[in-house]
């Protein structure tokens, strides 16, 4: 017997012992045969030690009644979206990288087992881009969830018996995407971000409204690099989470979160020729899908390009016995870019600093290199020359 899905404020002790046990007693086909494909190294032990970790035992009950049991990746993402309730909590959540990881799967599963759950009347919108293909995969997935819950899927909608609600909407081109919005929706749920442009993905997030107490709206995305988006969604939730984790000033409402098909331990034991077709892939699409780079579009003009080789941290002061000279690449109605480099004594090449114009008098142009170079302590006489 499954149990049927519970608020949380709903499940008394008695509850939660008999859905523990039933978790323990789970057929093979879910809960067991999970566990052991994902914590390969440590079954039960290791998932309770990911598992607080990461989120407190409501969470986790509420995944486990479903009979649902995350991997450690998926359980950082659970604990994101969670921490969306706190009054100064984030409000977007990105996951993104490679293929496989199980990004879809734990975007779905916290909206259906927790987020519906715990308010009942949720209304959430879940979109991603059409396709035979897709659309198959979608219903299996959402099978795989639900099916322990007490949860309908008819018309394009899973009905919860406490009146929450997904609807699932698909979408071909923008426009399409575009007519989900201006509706009102507690959380909006975009997979394959990058098949939107940044305008498309701002007008969808208009949407979200909420009338519940205790709910914060927000927007959960999941994505691969690549796409028409790549630009836009790098800066907004990749560079964002890299600043946050150097300490550098960053849009605090976001958090963006990494993955690559390592992560998903279960689909690599059930299905291992999945990983063997991502390594088959070459070029732009085998660091999209298989490594999940997202420094991708700066590697089309530099092949050898990464960011965690070739970015540091900023400098401050260039010692005195470095060379340092400017380059600059005119440019009027395009960007006119200068640049300041300088190089140590075991010949290492650094750019330090760049100022940027555009439809801007050349001598705003020289007064801002004049100062840009001040800002080192240094005068453009202190200079061999400028690269042009
Ligand atoms: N915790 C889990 N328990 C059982 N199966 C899982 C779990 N996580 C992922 N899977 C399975 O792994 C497969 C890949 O997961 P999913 O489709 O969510 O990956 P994805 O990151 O969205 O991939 P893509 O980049 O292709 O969109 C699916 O078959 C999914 O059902
Ligand atoms: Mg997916």
Known sequence: MALSPLAIDQLD??????????????????????LACAYPD????????????????????NFERARVILQPKQLEFAAAARSCDLPNGPNEI??????????????????????????PGLKVLYLRKIGKKAKEQLEDLIRAVLRHTGAEYVNSEVRFPNKSKIVIGHFNTEKEALNYAGLEYDLIIIEETTQLSEKAYKALRLSLRTSKPGWRPRLYNTTNP????????????????????????????????????EDNR???????????????LTGAPLRAYRYGDWDISAGAYFTTWDYDTHVIDPIDEIPDNWDVWLSMDYGFNHWNVVQLHAQDGDGVIYTVDEI?????????????????????????????????
């Not at 114009?357 to 020359?385: M, S």
Request: proline letters at 3%; hydrophobic letters at 40%; charged letters at 30%.
């Open 94 to 119: 990105g996951f993104g990288g490679a293929r496989g990881p199980g990004k879809s799967f734990v975007v779905f599963a916290q909206a259906a087992l927790d987020d519906c759950q715990r308010f």
């Open 356 to 388: 940027m114009h555009r439809k801007t008098p050349v001598e705003t142009i020289a007064a801002d290199i004049h100062a840009l170079l001040a800002r080192y302590g240094l005068a453009a006489d202190d200079l061999p020359g400028v690269l042009a």
């Open 226 to 261: 690549l796409g028409p988006g790549h630009l836009w969604y790098k800066k907004r939730f990749v560079d964002n989470e890299r600043k946050r984790s150097r300490g550098e000033s960053y849009e605090d409402k976001r958090r963006f979160i990494f993955a690559t098909v």
């Open 42 to 61: 440590g079954g039960r032990g290791a998932y309770e030690a990911a598992k607080a970790t990461y989120i407190v035992n409501d969470h986790a009950a």
């Open 13 to 34: 002790a008695e509850a939660w012992e008999r859905a523990k046990r039933e978790i323990e007693q789970a057929d093979s086909a879910t809960g067991d045969a999970v």
């Open 266 to 280: 279960v689909l690599i034991a059930l299905n291992p020729e999945y990983l063997a077709q991502l390594e088959d």
